[in-house]
């Protein structure tokens, strides 16, 4: 089994609730790049609206306009972008989940989100968090 299989193989695992989108896909949902990391520095910040109502609703509209078309409307992942409800992405902390929306990785084809106000920016990751399968979801 290669790398890129274990990975799939992983992602299938791990998140459950996107099973049957990535099983459709399987050899066709890119898989994230090991090298593309957050600075410690910026994997440590913590989200200024942690715990502030409607903000992960706002940051579902912003997905629905800018994310849903590489990552699908539920977060699951299509041809074009990786299911964000996978455990390798929830595992990292909201600072890295940031820096990557912001700073994109144009070698994995992930655009850069800088030019959102950084606000909408920490919505999104609350959005994140509240994909299918995510820990803490009620
Ligand atoms: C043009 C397609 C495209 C769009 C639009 C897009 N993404 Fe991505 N995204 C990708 C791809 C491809 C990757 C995998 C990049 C890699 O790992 O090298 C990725 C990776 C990510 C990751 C990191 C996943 C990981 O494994 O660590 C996050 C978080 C993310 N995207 C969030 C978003 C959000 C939020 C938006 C909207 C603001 C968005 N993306 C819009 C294609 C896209």
Do not use: I, Y
Not at 9 to 32: E, G, I, K, N
Not at 59 to 76: E, N, P, Y
């Amino acid at each position: 089994m290669n790398t890129l299989h274990a990975r799939l193989l992983f992602m299938v695992l791990t998140s459950l609730t996107c099973l049957a989108q990535l099983a459709a896909q399987a050899d066709r949902v890119p898989v994230h790049d090991p090298p593309w990391t957050a600075p410690a520095r910026e994997a440590a910040r913590s989200n200024p609206l942690a715990n502030q109502s409607g903000a992960a609703a706002g940051g579902q509209k912003v997905f629905l306009q800018r994310c849903s078309t590489c990552h699908g409307d539920d977060g699951c992942g299509t041809t074009r972008g990786p299911n964000l409800a996978a455990a390798d992405v929830q595992r990292q902390p909201d600072g890295a989940l940031f820096w990557k929306v912001s700073s994109g990785n144009t070698h994995g084809g992930m655009p850069a989100f800088s030019f959102l106000p950084p606000a909408q920016r920490w919505q999104l990751v609350l959005h994140l968090r509240t994909l299918a399968g995510a820990p803490g979801k009620p």
